[in-house]
């Protein structure tokens, strides 16, 4: 009790005292400085108390899924950047480009049936998917982002269909440029997959592997084993070798060019 009686005393005196400066000074500038440091002390505890619930409370409900949105890429590199322009509220995954493509050790395409593929997991995309999968039972909205182009959207197409299970919107993101502004700006006009570019996609990677494994074979028979054969490279070789023949048949000819002069007169 004595000591409030004294805190009480001093802070009466603060603007009233007639005190000899010395005394006065003495007495009183413990209490100017105390006062201050103690009510932004307070205000300053009281202020970050506030601040840490509200940030606590915040990351709860995005760990929970409900203000997080999940947006998922072809590279690292780009999640990183992504991270930084996306700030809280979305997560960012890459899928570290395909996820899914014909099995090595057969053909993978049924000729009888439409040339229809089949796809396995790729070796080695086991934890990226698994990660995308735990993300996503987490997240209330799905970007699948991967690059504007057929690969990206047939990406897109294998890792929509490796989160079929999950019940949560799942829809394509697609920017030319990684920028905050052109991300951002994708944000607002998502869409669903375009099949035209998946198939696409399919058709070329199904002609890739009818050409390489069947044509390979022959090439090893023929020419030299471990040479390969391709949809691109067997046509380039092959308009290379007929350039190459017309260049070691061709015979020079002698011939004359004329030229005239007109002269009015």
Known sequence: MP????KVTIRRKT????ASPAKSA???RPARKSAPQKAAGASRGRASKTTTVATRGTARKDGGGATRSLVIVESPTKSRTLTKFLGRGFSVLASNGHIMDLPKSELGV????SFEPKYVPIRGKTQAVSRIKTAARTADRIFLAPDPDREGE???WHLRSVLKGVRRPIQRLTFNEITQRAVQQALTQPRELD?????????????DRLV???VSPFVWRTVRYGLSAGRVQSVALRLICER???IRAFVAEEYWTLEVDYETV
């Open 212 to 214: 390489g494994y069947k």
């Open 26 to 28: 003495g007495a009183l």
């Open 244 to 246: 190459e023949d017309a």
């Open 195 to 207: 099949m035209n570019l998946v198939n696409a996609q399919q058709a070329r990677r199904v002609l």
């Open 3 to 6: 000591v409030k009686a004294a």
């Open 154 to 156: 047939a990406i897109a």
């Open 110 to 113: 049924d000729l009888e049936n």
């Open 15 to 18: 603007g009233t005292s007639k």
